[in-house]
């Protein structure tokens, strides 16, 4: 490290920056002062630099310090509507460290006379500068932003060279009005839940905007998935010989059985090609990265999780080896210097130095705030999760500067009876950019030439009786896919909302399943009017035009705030629906276990320990079994033979709960 | 009352509301069995049954169906 630990206490300065996190500031103040001096005050480490030959300090947040807080803390009472910014060290005794941070800005900007934004650019970093700012009392103050989309110091320098003077304040309004509802909504809603099942032994519940629809989303793939019936199909394949060459054909996909049979019967028949197409086909290079497309290739690829891929993402990020990852955008402007990073990856990806394009493949979408994710060449990467994100993107980079795939494709239809076979052939001819992006793979499928009127003999026809399937599940990528395409939730938060249905216990697995909590919770909004995708959809682009400036928050915040607490209102005294509500939670509760086959008078109660572990207790005699700690578990009718314990069920797996029971000692 | 198959509330209906819509796909899904294989209602009960595709619920149905031979809850 080029600075130097202080050991005189720091002076206030006339320049005062405002960086979002410590490992971001200390890469500022190396990339603007090799010389920086850094000091420790009450546990806050700044860093003194000369800035233009004036002094200036560099302060860290730690993300945010300041937070919404209601002095309403009785749970039971709601909806709750007066919510005040405050620092965060006086609402979590978490986050004590932050009081410090606040103190210090207090103090430092005091004196200073120009202030620069530098934590990231977005709507979050605006609204944690923005923040500070103002309850440290410098918005009348000269205010200046840095706009960076890497760590590097190449860049860091670039964008303190031009720094944007900051009049208006659109995107950290948006930042907070986003902040304010979705506090409004979190309280009162979790609240409304909370007391609604308050004597049934479930902690921390909670429902949000986002969180909302996504549950409910979860909750009618569960119908189709367990109301499914499947229906029986036969799919035909045949062998077929031409010019003396078999070929393996796909026919029709018929529903009935005779009509099947009709398809087998061809067997030993003559019929001619009907059509032998033959054409290239190129295959352009995929768009660079933007944070959903790489959490879905990173779950894909490594069955990473998405939150934990943006863990790795923002980490890359802070040790200048990639840039800024929250974005949406798929374009790679020239002002980042395609050049120069190339040439820095030339030693590790040799392909590199082979690219064929002199402006990348781009994809449509654009963010205003920040290019697409790219390697910068620099920095170290460490762990191995760090050197397969790393890759991917690299890599990603890389292939969009190459040149097409190509393949040549080959599609054969035979004509027997007047029913038609088909089989498509491909051939590389150029693997392109799938060399360096090797995740995609291309493999021959080779065909005999032939030609139309050729003789075509079925000699063999298989028919292989099939039924439809249920949806899939949905898994963190594919529910992170539909939160994007139905543009709930922004790109920063879609895989913290997923995170939390788990932390919650409403969904477990990695194919994820509804617990009995998920569904009593989701089936007590399914018909509210302010869980739904199109509120939570119509609110978001309301957000944006805060951004812009063509709406005013306070005019979103009114009409959210009318239609949350009308619906909290009619909800609370629905007792109807409350009741239903209780009675599912309680279902595993009450009846559905069955009766303690020990004392016989007791029920058999499902418990979740607050490590997570499930078990069943019986609420006179306490005799308890332990229960598989994931997937939903329902009662069977049935008893077991060996030990009269009720049977339960876990999908298919019918098991007995008694760990004593003589039929597992068999 | 209470669903006669799982037990839980089920207002004034036989079926809860899972296993309501179960029923229905279950009645559904027999139209497309019979003319794909002419088969009877126990015949495509007891192959759903098997059929591992088959969701839970629908299942549940099936065998109350096939225990009780009340086929009142198919609305065929």
Redesign the interface.
């Known amino acids: 490290m080029a600075g130097v630990a202080g050991s005189n206490p720091a002076r206030p300065t006339p320049i005062l920056i405002i960086a979002e996190k410590r490992d971001a500031a200390e890469r500022i103040a190396s990339a603007l002062d090799s010389n920086y001096k850094a000091f420790n005050i009450n546990g806050v480490k700044i860093y003194q630099i000369k800035l233009d030959n004036k002094e200036a300090t560099i302060l860290p947040a730690r993300g945010h310090i300041f937070g919404l807080n209601s002095d309403v803390k009785n749970r039971r009472i709601y909806p709750v509507t007066d919510l005040e910014w405050e620092p965060l060290s006086s609402i979590n005794k978490k986050f004590l460290e932050t009081g410090n941070i606040a103190e210090l800005a207090r103090a430092l900007l005091k004196n200073a006379e120009q202030i620069i934004i530098a934590c990231d650019y977005d709507i979050e970093g605006e609204t944690i500068g923005y923040n500070i700012v103002k309850y440290s009392g410098g918005l009348d103050k000269k205010l200046y932003r840095a706009k960076f989309s890497t760590l590097t110091s190449e860049d860091l320098r670039s964008s303190f060279n031009s720094l944007i003077t900051r009049e208006e304040w659109n995107m950290a309004e948006a930042g907070r009005t986003r902040h304010y509802i979705d506090y409004l909504w979190g309280i009162n809603l979790s609240r409304l839940v909370s007391d609604k099942v308050r004597r049934i032994r479930y902690a921390n519940l909670s429902m949000g905007r986002v969180q909302g629809p996504t549950l409910l989303e979860l909750y009618r793939r569960e119908f189709e998935i367990n109301a499914f019936v499947p229906k029986p199909y036969w799919q035909t394949t045949a062998s077929v010989e031409v010019n003396g060459k078999e070929i393996n054909m796909i026919g029709p996909t018929v529903y009935s059985e005779n009509e099947s049979q009709r398809i087998k019967k061809l067997e030993g028949r003559v019929g001619s090609v009907e059509s032998a197409k033959s054409y290239v086909e190129s295959m352009p290079p995929p768009p660079p990265f933007n944070l959903a497309e790489i959490q879905k290739e990173a779950y894909r690829i490594f069955k990473m999780s998405p939150w934990k891929t943006l863990s790795v993402l923002e980490s890359l990020y802070l040790k200048a080896a990639i840039s800024y990852p929250r974005t949406s955008s798929q374009k790679l402007p020239s002002s980042i210097n395609y050049k120069k990073i190339l040439g820095r990856l030339v030693a590790s990806y040799s392909d590199a130095a082979n690219i064929r394009r002199s402006a990348p493949m781009e994809g449509k979408l654009n963010d205003p705030a920040h290019p697409a994710i790219y390697p910068t060449g620099e920095g170290k990467v460490i762990t191995q999760d760090e050197r397969n994100i790393y890759d991917l993107v690299a890599r990603r980079f890389i292939s969009c500067f190459m040149d097409d795939a190509s393949v040549r494709k080959k599609m054969i239809k035979v004509n027997v009876d007047d029913i038609t076979f088909a089989a498509e052939g491909m051939e590389i001819i150029n693997r392109g950019w799938t060399r360096v992006y090797h995740f995609r793979e291309l493999n021959d499928i080779i065909l005999p030439d032939v030609k139309v009127g050729d003789q075509a003999i079925i000699k063999r026809v298989n028919l292989l009786n099939k039924f439809t399937k249920p949806p899939p599940r949905y898994n963190p990528s594919t529910l992170l896919e539909w939160m994007e395409k139905n543009e709930i939730g922004t790109k920063a938060t879609r895989a913290e909302i997923i995170m939390t249905l788990y932390k919650r216990h409403y969904v477990d697995g990695q194919r994820m399943q509804l617990t009995n909590l998920g569904y009593g919770i989701a089936r007590f909004f399914i018909n509210s009017p302010v869980i739904t995708v199109e509120m939570t959809r119509e609110l978001e682009a309301n957000l944006e035009k805060i951004e812009e400036g063509s709406v005013e928050a306070k005019k979103i915040t009114t009409r959210s705030i009318g239609l949350l607490y009308e619906e909290i209102e009619k909800s609370r005294d629905d007792k109807e629906l409350v009741e239903y509500f209780k009675l599912y939670l309680k279902g595993e509760k009450i009846a559905n276990f069955g009766k303690c086959p020990v004392c016989g008078s007791g029920d058999l109660i499902f418990h979740r320990s607050v490590i997570g572990k499930r078990y069943l207790r019986c609420d006179k005699c306490g005799a308890s079994a332990p229960m598989p700690s994931k997937g939903l578990i329902m009662p069977t009718k049935t008893t077991c033979k060996f030990c009269g314990w009720p049977l339960m069920r876990r999908g298919k797996w019918v098991f007995c709960p008694n760990p004593a029971c003589p039929g597992k000692q068999k | 009352m209470?669903c006669i198959i799982?037990?839980?509330?089920s207002g004034n209906e036989k079926l809860c509301?899972?296993h309501a819509?179960?029923s229905?796909?279950?009645a559904?899904?027999y139209n497309?069995?019979k003319?794909?294989?002419?088969i009877s209602l126990d015949e495509y009960l007891n192959d759903?049954i098997k059929?591992?595709?088959?969701?839970?619920?629908?299942v549940d149905v099936a065998k109350y169906i096939i225990e009780t031979g009340d086929h009142s809850v198919l609305n065929l």
């Open positions: 209470n799982c037990g839980f509330p509301f899972k819509v179960a229905k796909s279950l559904e899904g497309a069995w003319s794909a294989l002419g759903i059929n591992r595709e088959t969701g839970e619920w629908a």
